[in-house]
């Protein structure tokens, strides 16, 4: 069994969990919640199950949600019910601007400050997928609405009898 940590914080806990998922399963994008909370029940980082890992891994810390009260940016949502860890430059809910996204060194149980290099060595640097990025996805999507007019004369087209 285990080691168990004695004062991490629930925030930790999931970015821990959900950090040894990755290293564990490289291949896969994310990974549910609860995939996330019993990865954290394995690893016994409290003395007891504690039911903020799940909300936690649900919303407190979750990078692209409203913060409530939780502003961490530890995860981000890839869909209702996966999550991933967060990577510098995806997008966040505004008020998490600047908000702990890694745990501090000093913060975690030494077996598991691997993951810090790991995640800003490795993981952190992998670019996101352009292919899942919806904006990115309509690039040239209306070309050919305006390929045989400039687009000032097309403006002025769609407007003509705009009151």
């Known amino acids: 069994m285990p080691r168990v940590a004695s004062a991490i914080s629930v925030a930790d806990e999931v970015w821990v969990a959900a950090a040894l998922l990755h290293r564990e399963q490289p291949k896969r994008e994310d990974f549910t919640i609860a995939e996330i909370v019993a990865r954290a029940q394995q690893e016994h980082l409290s003395p007891t199950s504690r039911p903020g890992v799940r909300v936690y891994a649900t919303a407190h810390a979750v990078a692209n949600r409203p913060p409530n009260p939780g502003r961490y940016r530890m995860l981000f949502a890839t869909g209702r019910h996966t999550r991933r860890l967060y990577r510098p430059g995806d997008p966040c809910h505004l008020d998490r601007e600047g908000a ?64």
Do not use: C, I
């Open 100 to 163: 702990k996204s890694v745990p501090e060194p000093e913060e975690l149980p030494s077996e598991y400050r691997y993951l810090l290099e790991w995640y800003w060595t490795q993981y952190a640097r992998k670019a996101a997928n352009p292919k899942n990025d919806p904006l990115l996805q309509l690039r040239g999507s209306g070309k050919k609405l305006w390929a045989d007019e400039h687009a000032d004369d097309y403006v002025r087209r769609l407007r003509a009898g705009w009151e």
